[in-house]
């Protein structure tokens, strides 16, 4: 692994797909839980090994949840090194070695921009009004105009951070996600919406099914009444 502690200042500026390529889930992971501690514990920061594997590790304020290793942690570590993404601190007198991201300057990103694209890369798809509450420790959104220009900012990059989703059935607002595992996360969530209409229509068309049934029951059970009803008239006539 590469130890040297590499001097900020030189880093180049890319996009996710320049140098970087394409990062895998724990590279996402790794990244937003460096650049999520960065902001609400700095007195912690840079991180060590068994302090970063605890927040990538976290139940809570993570989706998908994940349980990585430290050597898996240290593997993907030195790719994102290589990528340029991660510094590695070697202070004199330390026992440990500590990590700090560069994805503000890798990819020039302001503070609310990074929050945003943290947000994402931590909890999933989320709508604007989700990014906005979730991002309060990292960035404070005074209104949800200002999430929606940091999210313009973050699409129109080239190529592109994060992409807006088709609203979801019963949906009202639309949903993000970032793009730094490519463009393959639109594609599941068109499947997973056409899957989740169909299996609204499918029950929809059972719910309908359903009430016919009862229906015809109750008219059937009013169509008895009636005739018991009748005969009862009968005896007094």
Request: with cysteine.
């Amino acid at each position: 692994m590469n130890t040297e502690n590499t001097n900020t200042n030189s880093a180049s500026v890319d996009t996710p797909a320049e140098n970087t390529h394409l990062l895998d889930a724990f590279e996402v992971r790794v990244l937003a839980v460096l650049a999520e501690k960065e902001a609400t514990t700095p007195d912690n920061y840079p991180m060590s090994l068994n302090a970063l594997v605890n927040g990538c590790n976290q139940l809570s304020n993570r989706d998908p949840v994940m349980s990585l290793s430290e050597n898996t942690a240290l593997e993907v570590l030195d790719r994102l090194a290589q990528k340029k993404l991660v510094g590695i601190i070697n202070q004199a007198g330390a026992r440990v070695a500590k990590y700090e991201h560069r994805m503000r300057i890798k990819w020039m990103l302001e503070q609310d921009k990074l929050a945003v694209l943290t947000t994402l890369m931590l909890r999933g798809f989320q709508t604007v009004g989700e990014i906005r509450s979730r991002c309060a420790r990292l960035h404070e959104f005074t209104s949800v105009a200002e999430v929606e220009t940091s999210l313009a900012f973050l699409m129109d990059k080239y190529p592109s951070f994060v992409a807006r989703l088709a609203r979801a059935p019963g949906t009202k607002e639309p949903r993000y996600a970032h793009l730094l595992s490519g463009e393959e996360i639109l594609e599941q969530q068109e499947v997973a919406a056409a899957f989740s209409a169909k299996v609204s229509g499918s029950s929809e068309r059972d719910r309908i099914t359903q009430l016919e049934q009862e229906v015809a029951g109750l008219r059937e059970e009013l169509s008895v009444l009636t005739q018991q009803f009748t005969q009862f008239q009968k005896q007094f006539e």
